[in-house]
């Protein structure tokens, strides 16, 4: 089992920077990739970053894509989510994901196996 709990979410205008963490318990962190994701009311979980195991490689959607920075420190069990030049359509629950090593950055999200509770961002306009 690996417990995951996501903070740093909040209230930021347009154009302003958020940094979300997800600290993780349980098993060997560094066995999993880890995932971003994020959901509006009536929309599916919607993917927004994705990291390695070792750190090395990230994915992004194009939505945000030269905007957020995902990363990890296996020391600390951190998994973060830099987010900047912040618009209202990255207004959501952010979602923080363990998955399997061998999983690829592109797997949908019945891929993962682990979910924190979420981490409300809301960017005003």
């Given at each position: 089992q690996v417990q995951l709990v996501e903070?740093?979410?909040?209230?930021?205008?347009?154009?302003g920077s958020l940094r979300l963490?997800?600290?993780?318990?349980?098993?060997?962190?560094?066995?999993?990739?880890?995932?971003w994701?994020?959901?509006t009311p009536g929309k599916e979980r919607e993917f927004v970053a994705a990291?390695?195991?070792g750190g090395g490689t990230r994915r992004y959607a194009d939505s945000v894509k030269g905007r957020f920075?995902?990363?990890?420190?296996?020391?600390?069990?951190?998994?973060?989510?830099?987010?900047?030049?912040?618009?209202?359509?990255?207004?959501?629950?952010?979602?923080?994901a363990a998955g399997p090593k061998?999983?690829?950055?592109?797997?949908?999200?019945?891929?993962?196996?682990?979910?924190g509770q979420g981490t409300q961002v809301t960017v005003s306009s």
């Amino acid at each position: 089992q690996v417990q995951l709990v996501e903070s740093g979410g909040g209230l930021v205008p347009a154009g302003g920077s958020l940094r979300l963490s997800c600290a993780a318990s349980g098993r060997t962190f560094s066995d999993y990739i880890m995932g971003w994701f994020r959901q509006t009311p009536g929309k599916e979980r919607e993917f927004v970053a994705a990291i390695t195991w070792g750190g090395g490689t990230r994915r992004y959607a194009d939505s945000v894509k030269g905007r957020f920075t995902i990363s990890r420190d296996n020391a600390k069990n951190m998994v973060y989510l830099q987010m900047n030049s912040l618009k209202s359509e990255d207004t959501a629950i952010y979602y923080c994901a363990a998955g399997p090593k061998w999983a690829a950055l592109s797997s949908p999200p019945d891929t993962y196996n682990y979910w924190g509770q979420g981490t409300q961002v809301t960017v005003s306009s």
